[in-house]
Protein backbone atom coordinates (compact mmCIF):
# COMPACT_ATOMS: atom_id res chain seq x y z
CA UNK A 1 0.00 0.00 0.00
CA UNK A 2 0.99 3.70 -0.34
CA UNK A 3 0.43 7.04 1.50
CA UNK A 4 -2.73 7.72 -0.61
CA UNK A 5 -3.96 4.55 -0.36
CA UNK A 6 -3.49 4.27 3.53
CA UNK A 7 -5.17 8.01 3.58
CA UNK A 8 -8.46 7.94 4.57
CA UNK A 9 -8.53 11.52 2.94
CA UNK A 10 -8.21 9.98 -0.50
CA UNK A 11 -10.56 6.75 0.35
CA UNK A 12 -13.45 8.10 -1.98
CA UNK A 13 -10.65 8.14 -4.87
CA UNK A 14 -9.99 5.21 -7.40
CA UNK A 15 -6.59 5.78 -8.90
CA UNK A 16 -6.04 5.59 -12.36
CA UNK A 17 -2.98 3.88 -13.36
CA UNK A 18 -0.63 4.94 -16.33
CA UNK A 19 -1.44 2.96 -19.57
CA UNK A 20 2.44 2.14 -20.61
CA UNK A 21 0.67 -0.36 -23.43
CA UNK A 22 -0.67 -3.48 -22.09
CA UNK A 23 1.15 -6.11 -20.36
CA UNK A 24 4.36 -6.37 -21.67
CA UNK A 25 4.68 -2.63 -22.59
CA UNK A 26 8.05 -2.06 -24.70
CA UNK A 27 9.66 0.66 -22.60
CA UNK A 28 7.93 1.22 -19.28
CA UNK A 29 9.89 4.23 -17.51
CA UNK A 30 10.34 2.73 -14.05
CA UNK A 31 9.26 5.51 -11.91
CA UNK A 32 9.29 5.05 -8.05
CA UNK A 33 6.54 3.24 -6.47
CA UNK A 34 5.79 6.78 -4.74
CA UNK A 35 5.86 8.76 -7.91
CA UNK A 36 3.65 6.28 -9.54
CA UNK A 37 0.90 6.56 -7.10
CA UNK A 38 0.78 10.33 -6.35
CA UNK A 39 0.07 10.40 -10.46
CA UNK A 40 -2.21 7.59 -10.55
CA UNK A 41 -4.40 9.86 -7.83
CA UNK A 42 -3.30 13.43 -9.98
CA UNK A 43 -5.06 11.73 -13.09
CA UNK A 44 -8.12 10.51 -11.11
CA UNK A 45 -9.00 13.93 -9.85
CA UNK A 46 -8.04 15.67 -12.92
CA UNK A 47 -10.55 13.16 -14.27
CA UNK A 48 -13.57 14.53 -12.41
CA UNK A 49 -12.03 17.76 -12.27
CA UNK A 50 -12.00 18.18 -9.09
CA UNK A 51 -10.46 21.39 -7.40
CA UNK A 52 -9.84 21.13 -3.60
CA UNK A 53 -7.24 21.89 -1.04
CA UNK A 54 -6.30 18.20 -0.90
CA UNK A 55 -5.59 18.67 -4.58
CA UNK A 56 -3.06 21.47 -4.28
CA UNK A 57 -1.53 19.45 -1.89
CA UNK A 58 -0.97 16.17 -4.53
CA UNK A 59 0.71 18.82 -6.64
CA UNK A 60 2.81 19.92 -4.29
CA UNK A 61 4.25 16.18 -3.41
CA UNK A 62 4.27 15.62 -7.47
CA UNK A 63 6.54 18.75 -8.13
CA UNK A 64 8.73 17.96 -5.23
CA UNK A 65 9.10 14.78 -6.49
CA UNK A 66 9.29 16.01 -10.44
CA UNK A 67 9.08 19.62 -10.93
CA UNK A 68 9.13 19.57 -14.41
CA UNK A 69 5.89 18.21 -14.73
CA UNK A 70 4.43 20.79 -16.47
CA UNK A 71 0.81 18.94 -16.54
CA UNK A 72 1.02 19.39 -13.05
CA UNK A 73 2.43 23.32 -13.17
CA UNK A 74 -0.73 23.99 -14.93
CA UNK A 75 -3.69 22.01 -13.29
CA UNK A 76 -2.46 23.61 -9.88
CA UNK A 77 -2.81 26.61 -11.77
CA UNK A 78 -6.49 26.22 -12.83
CA UNK A 79 -7.69 24.90 -8.82
CA UNK A 80 -5.33 28.34 -7.52
CA UNK A 81 -7.98 30.35 -9.42
CA UNK A 82 -10.70 28.29 -8.82
CA UNK A 83 -10.38 28.20 -5.10
CA UNK A 84 -9.24 32.07 -4.43
CA UNK A 85 -6.27 31.19 -3.51
CA UNK A 86 -3.62 34.07 -1.51
CA UNK A 87 -1.12 34.25 -4.79
CA UNK A 88 1.40 36.11 -2.62
CA UNK A 89 1.36 32.84 -0.81
CA UNK A 90 2.22 30.55 -3.32
CA UNK A 91 4.95 33.33 -4.52
CA UNK A 92 6.35 32.56 -1.53
CA UNK A 93 6.36 28.76 -2.10
CA UNK A 94 7.74 29.29 -5.89
CA UNK A 95 10.82 31.12 -3.97
CA UNK A 96 11.82 27.93 -2.45
CA UNK A 97 11.40 25.99 -5.12
CA UNK A 98 13.39 28.22 -7.52
CA UNK A 99 16.67 28.79 -5.76
CA UNK A 100 16.43 24.89 -5.30
CA UNK A 101 15.34 24.13 -9.04
CA UNK A 102 17.63 26.86 -10.64
CA UNK A 103 17.21 25.59 -14.03
CA UNK A 104 13.28 24.34 -14.66
CA UNK A 105 11.72 26.66 -17.06
CA UNK A 106 7.80 25.30 -16.00
CA UNK A 107 8.32 27.28 -12.57
CA UNK A 108 8.94 30.86 -14.48
CA UNK A 109 5.97 30.22 -16.90
CA UNK A 110 3.96 29.44 -13.54
CA UNK A 111 5.14 32.48 -11.88
CA UNK A 112 4.76 35.10 -14.92
CA UNK A 113 1.18 33.10 -14.84
CA UNK A 114 0.70 33.95 -11.19
CA UNK A 115 2.25 37.08 -11.30
CA UNK A 116 -0.10 38.30 -14.52
CA UNK A 117 -3.09 37.79 -11.84
CA UNK A 118 -1.66 40.24 -9.61
CA UNK A 119 -2.42 43.84 -9.93
CA UNK A 120 0.62 46.00 -8.15
CA UNK A 121 4.24 44.26 -7.99
CA UNK A 122 5.01 42.49 -4.76
CA UNK A 123 7.44 44.65 -2.49
CA UNK A 124 9.57 41.67 -2.29
CA UNK A 125 9.94 40.47 -6.29
CA UNK A 126 12.87 42.37 -7.48
CA UNK A 127 14.57 41.65 -4.27
CA UNK A 128 13.97 37.74 -4.99
CA UNK A 129 15.43 38.23 -8.57
CA UNK A 130 18.48 39.63 -7.09
CA UNK A 131 18.78 36.53 -5.39
CA UNK A 132 18.40 34.90 -8.09
CA UNK A 133 21.11 36.09 -9.83
CA UNK A 134 23.60 35.78 -7.35
CA UNK A 135 22.65 31.97 -7.85
CA UNK A 136 23.41 32.35 -11.70
CA UNK A 137 24.10 35.63 -12.95
CA UNK A 138 23.21 34.28 -16.82
CA UNK A 139 20.05 32.49 -16.35
CA UNK A 140 17.71 32.32 -19.19
CA UNK A 141 14.51 31.60 -17.54
CA UNK A 142 15.17 34.28 -14.89
CA UNK A 143 15.86 36.68 -17.12
CA UNK A 144 13.23 35.83 -19.64
CA UNK A 145 11.41 36.52 -17.05
CA UNK A 146 12.33 39.86 -16.01
CA UNK A 147 12.07 40.85 -19.59
CA UNK A 148 8.00 40.54 -19.07
CA UNK A 149 8.12 41.16 -15.38
CA UNK A 150 9.32 45.09 -16.28
CA UNK A 151 7.13 45.41 -19.75
CA UNK A 152 3.92 44.24 -17.35
CA UNK A 153 4.74 46.83 -14.16
CA UNK A 154 6.33 49.21 -16.27
CA UNK A 155 9.49 49.18 -14.50
CA UNK A 156 11.90 50.98 -17.21
CA UNK A 157 12.96 53.70 -15.64
CA UNK A 158 14.31 51.72 -12.60
CA UNK A 159 16.09 49.14 -14.50
CA UNK A 160 18.26 50.99 -16.53
CA UNK A 161 20.65 51.45 -12.58
CA UNK A 162 20.27 47.82 -11.59
CA UNK A 163 21.92 46.73 -14.90
CA UNK A 164 24.46 49.19 -14.90
CA UNK A 165 25.64 48.31 -11.52
CA UNK A 166 25.52 44.40 -12.73
CA UNK A 167 28.08 45.37 -15.31
CA UNK A 168 29.82 47.01 -13.19
CA UNK A 169 30.36 44.06 -11.01
CA UNK A 170 30.64 41.97 -14.56
CA UNK A 171 31.29 43.82 -17.70
CA UNK A 172 31.30 40.30 -19.36
CA UNK A 173 27.73 39.37 -18.75
CA UNK A 174 26.34 39.27 -22.05
CA UNK A 175 22.47 38.78 -20.35
CA UNK A 176 22.72 42.34 -18.26
CA UNK A 177 24.34 43.59 -21.77
CA UNK A 178 20.81 41.85 -23.81
CA UNK A 179 18.34 42.81 -21.20
CA UNK A 180 20.13 46.67 -21.16
CA UNK A 181 18.99 46.75 -24.95
CA UNK A 182 15.78 45.45 -24.24
CA UNK A 183 15.46 48.10 -21.77
CA UNK A 184 16.50 51.00 -24.07
CA UNK A 185 15.25 50.58 -26.98
CA UNK A 186 12.13 48.50 -27.00
CA UNK A 187 10.13 50.12 -23.99
CA UNK A 188 7.35 51.61 -26.73
CA UNK A 189 7.33 48.33 -28.99
CA UNK A 190 4.64 46.27 -28.67
CA UNK A 191 5.80 42.88 -28.35
CA UNK A 192 2.82 41.60 -30.42
CA UNK A 193 4.11 43.36 -33.42
CA UNK A 194 7.16 44.70 -33.11
CA UNK A 195 5.87 48.01 -33.92
CA UNK A 196 5.64 51.43 -31.92
CA UNK A 197 3.00 50.76 -29.24
CA UNK A 198 -0.33 52.47 -29.42
CA UNK A 199 -2.67 50.52 -27.06
CA UNK A 200 -5.62 52.63 -25.84
CA UNK A 201 -4.74 54.79 -28.65
CA UNK A 202 -1.99 56.54 -26.55
CA UNK A 203 1.02 58.02 -27.77
CA UNK A 204 4.17 56.49 -27.51
CA UNK A 205 7.11 58.44 -25.92
CA UNK A 206 8.39 58.79 -29.16
CA UNK A 207 5.36 60.38 -30.43
CA UNK A 208 5.29 62.78 -28.00
CA UNK A 209 8.71 64.03 -28.23
CA UNK A 210 8.13 64.15 -32.53
CA UNK A 211 4.86 66.13 -30.96
CA UNK A 212 7.18 68.34 -29.16
CA UNK A 213 9.61 69.09 -31.83
CA UNK A 214 12.41 67.25 -29.78
CA UNK A 215 15.08 65.22 -32.50
CA UNK A 216 14.77 61.83 -32.59
CA UNK A 217 16.32 59.22 -34.34
CA UNK A 218 14.71 56.12 -36.21
CA UNK A 219 15.74 52.77 -35.16
CA UNK A 220 14.62 49.55 -36.64
CA UNK A 221 12.44 46.87 -35.63
CA UNK A 222 11.72 44.36 -38.83
CA UNK A 223 10.28 46.59 -41.37
CA UNK A 224 8.43 48.83 -38.59
CA UNK A 225 10.63 51.68 -37.34
CA UNK A 226 10.78 53.43 -33.55
CA UNK A 227 12.18 57.10 -32.66
CA UNK A 228 15.21 57.48 -30.36
CA UNK A 229 16.35 60.52 -29.02
CA UNK A 230 20.04 61.37 -30.14
CA UNK A 231 21.09 61.84 -26.94
CA UNK A 232 20.25 58.13 -25.78
CA UNK A 233 21.85 57.17 -28.82
CA UNK A 234 25.00 58.59 -27.90
CA UNK A 235 24.84 57.47 -24.25
CA UNK A 236 24.73 54.03 -25.48
CA UNK A 237 27.57 54.37 -27.40
CA UNK A 238 29.49 56.22 -25.19
CA UNK A 239 28.64 53.39 -22.84
CA UNK A 240 29.81 50.70 -25.12
CA UNK A 241 33.29 52.20 -25.67
CA UNK A 242 33.73 53.07 -22.00
CA UNK A 243 33.10 49.25 -21.63
CA UNK A 244 35.36 48.15 -24.38
CA UNK A 245 38.09 50.27 -22.86
CA UNK A 246 38.08 48.42 -19.76
CA UNK A 247 37.77 45.19 -21.84
CA UNK A 248 38.76 45.34 -24.76
CA UNK A 249 38.65 41.22 -25.53
CA UNK A 250 35.12 41.18 -24.56
CA UNK A 251 32.76 40.43 -26.90
CA UNK A 252 29.27 42.13 -25.49
CA UNK A 253 30.05 45.42 -25.53
CA UNK A 254 31.24 44.56 -29.53
CA UNK A 255 28.09 43.11 -30.61
CA UNK A 256 26.30 46.27 -28.06
CA UNK A 257 27.78 48.65 -30.32
CA UNK A 258 27.23 47.34 -33.56
CA UNK A 259 23.88 46.83 -32.81
CA UNK A 260 23.33 50.48 -31.78
CA UNK A 261 25.01 51.81 -35.20
CA UNK A 262 23.06 48.78 -37.59
CA UNK A 263 19.77 50.04 -35.88
CA UNK A 264 19.97 54.26 -36.30
CA UNK A 265 21.19 52.98 -39.95
CA UNK A 266 24.68 54.39 -39.02
CA UNK A 267 27.50 52.05 -41.05
CA UNK A 268 30.39 50.64 -38.65
CA UNK A 269 32.67 52.90 -40.63
CA UNK A 270 31.39 55.89 -37.90
CA UNK A 271 33.63 53.99 -35.38
CA UNK A 272 36.74 53.11 -37.50
CA UNK A 273 38.63 55.21 -35.59
CA UNK A 274 37.73 54.20 -32.00
CA UNK A 275 38.26 50.02 -32.89
CA UNK A 276 41.76 51.04 -34.69
CA UNK A 277 43.03 52.47 -30.83
CA UNK A 278 42.76 48.29 -30.32
CA UNK A 279 43.61 46.63 -33.49
CA UNK A 280 45.78 48.26 -36.39
CA UNK A 281 46.48 45.96 -39.07
CA UNK A 282 49.29 47.09 -40.11
CA UNK A 283 50.94 46.56 -36.43
CA UNK A 284 50.08 42.98 -35.81
CA UNK A 285 51.93 42.97 -32.60
CA UNK A 286 50.18 45.78 -31.45
CA UNK A 287 46.74 44.22 -31.57
CA UNK A 288 44.49 44.23 -28.36
CA UNK A 289 41.11 42.61 -29.10
CA UNK A 290 40.31 40.41 -31.77
CA UNK A 291 36.72 42.02 -31.85
CA UNK A 292 38.19 45.08 -33.00
CA UNK A 293 39.67 42.98 -36.14
CA UNK A 294 36.26 41.97 -36.56
CA UNK A 295 34.75 45.34 -36.11
CA UNK A 296 37.18 46.62 -38.74
CA UNK A 297 36.91 44.20 -40.94
CA UNK A 298 33.48 44.75 -41.84
CA UNK A 299 34.16 48.63 -41.56
CA UNK A 300 36.73 48.38 -44.35
CA UNK A 301 34.45 45.93 -46.59
CA UNK A 302 32.05 48.90 -46.51
CA UNK A 303 34.21 51.71 -47.83
CA UNK A 304 34.62 52.37 -51.72
CA UNK A 305 38.49 52.16 -52.09
CA UNK A 306 39.80 49.32 -53.01
CA UNK A 307 42.40 49.87 -50.38
CA UNK A 308 39.78 49.64 -47.52
CA UNK A 309 38.97 46.09 -48.71
CA UNK A 310 42.10 45.02 -48.69
CA UNK A 311 42.58 46.18 -45.25
CA UNK A 312 39.49 43.68 -44.64
CA UNK A 313 41.22 40.92 -46.09
CA UNK A 314 44.24 41.27 -43.77
CA UNK A 315 42.24 41.72 -40.54
CA UNK A 316 40.43 38.64 -41.91
CA UNK A 317 43.59 37.15 -42.31
CA UNK A 318 45.12 38.00 -39.13
CA UNK A 319 42.06 36.91 -37.28
CA UNK A 320 42.03 33.06 -38.62
CA UNK A 321 46.36 32.53 -38.67
CA UNK A 322 46.68 33.99 -34.97
CA UNK A 323 43.67 35.93 -33.03
CA UNK A 324 41.23 33.73 -33.61
CA UNK A 325 42.65 29.99 -35.21
CA UNK A 326 39.97 27.95 -33.45
CA UNK A 327 37.13 29.31 -35.99
CA UNK A 328 40.14 29.83 -39.27
CA UNK A 329 37.49 28.18 -41.42
CA UNK A 330 35.32 30.66 -40.40
CA UNK A 331 37.34 33.66 -40.73
CA UNK A 332 39.09 31.85 -44.20
CA UNK A 333 35.70 31.69 -45.70
CA UNK A 334 34.95 35.04 -45.38
CA UNK A 335 38.51 36.18 -46.73
CA UNK A 336 38.11 33.99 -49.46
CA UNK A 337 34.82 36.08 -50.43
CA UNK A 338 36.32 39.40 -49.84
CA UNK A 339 39.54 38.29 -52.04
CA UNK A 340 36.54 37.51 -54.94
CA UNK A 341 35.04 41.06 -54.30
CA UNK A 342 38.65 42.98 -54.52
CA UNK A 343 40.23 40.77 -57.72
CA UNK A 344 36.71 41.45 -59.18
CA UNK A 345 37.05 45.02 -58.42
CA UNK A 346 40.39 45.27 -59.91
Given at each position: MGIYADSEEWADIVPIAQDDGGLNPLAAISYTEDYSEAMSYLRAVMARNEKSQRVLELTVDIIRMNPAHYTVWLYR???????????????????????????????????????????????????????????????????????????????????????????????????????????????DTDPAVHSVKDLNNEPTAAAAMAVAGEDTEAVGRGNKKIKVNPAIIEREIEYAKQAIRAAPQNQSP????????????????????????????????????????????????????????????????????????????YWNYRRELMVGRVSMKG
Open positions: ADVLLSLQCDLLQELEWLNKISLKHLKNYQIWHHRQFIMSRIATLPPTEIAFLARMFNQDAKNYHVWAYRHWLVRHFSLWDSELPYIESLLLEDVRNNSAWNHRWFVVFCRWNYLRGVLRNQGRGLEALKDFAEGFADVSREDEVRSSHALDFLADAYAAEEEEQGRERAVAALEMLARRFDPIRRN
